[in-house]
């Protein structure tokens, strides 16, 4: 991908933002679009997933927020934005699968609705932006990607799909009998719902492309938004 020129002959690479609600398919699509152009990958809820999981270490209670922002601040974080190989470590440890687990998921709106986690967590995720830029640019996936964290970024998409088909798919992904299907509801719908009190998913922002994911395949997703990234790189304009 051609970089984008800021004036003052520096350049920077593109930016392709990926929004939507939980199950939408936000991490598998951004990861493969990453791959498929040779871009950086961001998976932003895995910094409040990392910022739980080290408060839930430290024996917070995660309804002080003051605590939990402070512990926010101080956490050492390092994630991975290489697509083929993310990983997630949170003061040394490897968290990479802790963060997934469903004690996890059912806890991280409780940090992801505390306004000064986010504010530390939005300043952390765009350095890692700022620091993928020689690389050729990045793909970065989450909720307020296109509306605050990267307003300027080229491409947005804001991906949806049936609320039956994303609770489909988060069911067929956990392990037979390791959730209800009362949690699993939680993971995806009151989820949804807490979140969306604090960002703006459910509607695409000005300048953002809606696709509807509910009858197209992992690889059709992939296709479409890397088609569009072509088509927003200066490099589709040349020759
Ligand atoms: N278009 C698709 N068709 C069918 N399954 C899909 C599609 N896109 C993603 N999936 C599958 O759905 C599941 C959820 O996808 P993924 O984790 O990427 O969603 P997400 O939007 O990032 O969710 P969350 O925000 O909760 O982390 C995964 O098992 C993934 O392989
Ligand atoms: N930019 C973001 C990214 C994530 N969140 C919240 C929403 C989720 O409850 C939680 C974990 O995200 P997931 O890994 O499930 O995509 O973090 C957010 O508010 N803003």
Redesign the pocket.
């Known amino acids: 991908m051609a970089g984008f020129s800021l004036g003052g002959g520096y350049s920077r690479g593109m930016i392709i933002a990926v929004d ?12 493969g679009v990453a791959d498929r152009l040779g871009l950086r990958f961001l ?1 932003t ?1 895995a910094t409040y997933r990392a910022v739980t999981w080290s408060a839930i270490e430290h024996g917070l209670d995660l309804d002080d927020t003051a605590a939990v922002a402070q512990r926010a601040r101080e956490l050492r974080l390092e994630l991975s934005t290489d697509p083929l190989n993310q990983f997630v470590i949170a003061d040394g440890t490897d968290v990479t699968a802790a963060i997934r687990e469903p004690r996890i ?1 059912e806890r991280v709106s409780k940090i992801a609705t505390n306004l000064d986690v986010r504010k530390e967590l939005i300043r952390r995720q765009r350095e890692i932006i700022d620091e993928a830029q020689p690389s050729g640019g990045i793909v970065v ?3 307020d990607i296109a509306t605050v964290v990267a307003t300027d970024a080229e491409l947005k998409v804001l ?1 949806t ?1 049936d609320q039956e ?2 609770l489909a ?2 069911g ?2 956990l392990a037979v009998g390791s959730v209800t299907a009362e949690q699993l509801r939680d ?2 719908v009151r ?1 949804d719902a807490d979140d969306s009190t604090v960002a703006d998913f459910q509607v695409a922002s000005d300048g953002a492309v809606t696709i509807d ?2 009858d ?6 992939i296709d479409v938004i890397s088609r569009l990234a072509k088509e927003a790189s200066p490099r589709s304009h040349d020759s």
């Open positions: 939507g609600p939980s199950g939408s398919g936000k991490s598998s699509t951004a990861r998976d809820g998921s996936e989450g909720r991906l799909a088909a994303r798919r988060r067929a992904e993971q995806i989820r994911s509910t197209l395949s992992l690889e059709e997703v």
